[in-house]
Antibody, heavy 127, light 111 residues
């Protein structure tokens, strides 16, 4: 059974870099047509898709975060990671890692839905 | 990248039906049949309840159904039950870089 587990610091200082890792078990991160993504949810607010990575290393980010976010994959460890630079209080949130199903080919990528989630990691940005 | 637009809240009485809308553009909801819906209880991870506009994953009640017309997708819950009270989010494929976008979420209250 697929499980995703987030790990990383729960407290980050303003202007520093937030780093989280998601460890995947029960399936290979190299399975075709799965994307491995990060979703965050600020306190009392909605879900925000931060971005995703394909096992090939191809990444996908929303324009609003593209300048600050990096998602990488380590297929040898079945892990993928999030780095968010220059954080502010607005980045305080529960961060979920997730598996998304879609299709991937050399020139096209499609997202269908997110079918597995981690339990979430609470990250607070504060001095 | 703007979130898809959902009503902030809806409500209904037990046994009734409610519908939650999710409005996007031709770059996401209107252009593709890759709309999904999620149910989230407080302090829990979201759960997939509808994918590909109208398909239900195994184990999800047939009381949940989805549809789409133009740039707007809809989730209908029939025969409302107390444990349907939760937050509901839509999501769609998007051509604008991130591959995926969520709606702002709708809080369902069962009166």
């Amino acid at each position: 059974q697929l499980q995703l587990l987030e790990s990383g610091p729960g407290l980050v200082k303003p202007a520093e870099t937030l780093s989280l890792t998601c460890t995947v078990s029960g399936d290979s991160i190299s399975t075709p047509n799965y994307f491995w993504g990060w979703v965050r949810q600020p306190p009392g607010k909605g879900l925000e898709w931060i971005g995703s990575v394909y096992y090939s290393g191809r990444t996908f980010y929303p324009p609003s975060l593209e300048s600050r976010v990096t998602i990488s994959v380590d297929t040898s460890k079945d892990q993928f990671s999030l780095r968010l630079t220059s954080v502010t209080a607005a980045d305080t949130a529960v961060y979920y890692c997730a598996r998304a199903t879609g299709t991937a080919s050399t020139f096209s990528f499609f997202y269908y839905y997110t079918d597995a989630w981690g339990t979430g990691a609470t990250v607070t940005v504060s001095s | 990248q703007s979130a898809l637009t959902q009503p902030a809240s809806v409500s209904g009485s037990p046994g009734q039906s409610i519908t939650i809308s999710c409005t996007g553009t031709f770059r996401d909801v209107g252009g593709y049949y890759y709309v999904s819906w999620y149910q989230q209880y407080p302090d829990r991870a979201p759960k997939l309840i509808i994918y590909d506009v109208s398909q239900r994953p195994s184990g999800v009640s047939a009381r949940f159904s989805g549809s789409k017309s133009g740039n707007t997708a809809s989730l209908t819950i029939s025969g409302l039950q107390a444990d349907d009270e939760a937050d509901y989010y839509c999501s769609s494929y998007t051509t604008t870089g991130a591959l995926a976008v969520f709606g702002g979420g709708t809080k369902l209250t069962v009166l």
